[in-house]
């Protein structure tokens, strides 16, 4: 389905976030990146790896770098939310595709919302 597209995945919780990783992978993804949005571990700069899609923790949004969010909108970058939030709102702007799915959330869901915001 990403067909080779590379991925940048940020998610505080390091358990969700390999779980991510192994289904993007599992969905041909190209080269994945994860970060988390805090400590140490610095985000890497999404110009630097051709992105095709981010997956991006609502609650980490918050903690994410304003450049590295105007980047993705900016570059029209598809985009997944995720949320532990019950009232699930649309984060991005009209500009961006994207899509928001609730935590915890299966292979399907995610599968899903990334047809969804590749098109």
């Given at each position: 389905?990403?067909?080779?597209?590379?991925?940048?995945?940020v998610e505080d919780n390091?358990?969700?976030?390999?779980?991510?990783?192994?289904?993007?992978?599992?969905?041909?993804?190209?080269t994945v990146v994860s970060a988390r949005s805090g400590g140490d571990?610095?985000?890497?700069?999404?110009?630097?790896?051709s992105l095709g899609l981010a997956i991006l923790d609502l609650r980490s949004l918050a903690k994410v770098s304003a450049r590295l969010y105007d980047?993705?909108?900016?570059?029209?970058?598809?985009?997944?939310f995720l949320t532990t939030e019950s009232i699930i709102e649309n984060?991005?702007?009209a500009r961006n595709p994207s899509a928001t799915i609730s935590k915890p959330f299966s292979t399907e869901d995610l599968t899903t919302a990334v047809a969804i915001v590749i098109g």
């Open positions: 389905m990403l067909n080779g597209r590379n991925v940048l995945i390091a358990l969700i976030s390999l779980e991510l990783e192994s289904m993007a992978l599992d969905l041909n993804a190209g571990n610095k985000l890497p700069f999404p110009d630097q790896l980047y993705l909108l900016h570059n029209r970058i598809p985009t997944v984060a991005a702007s």
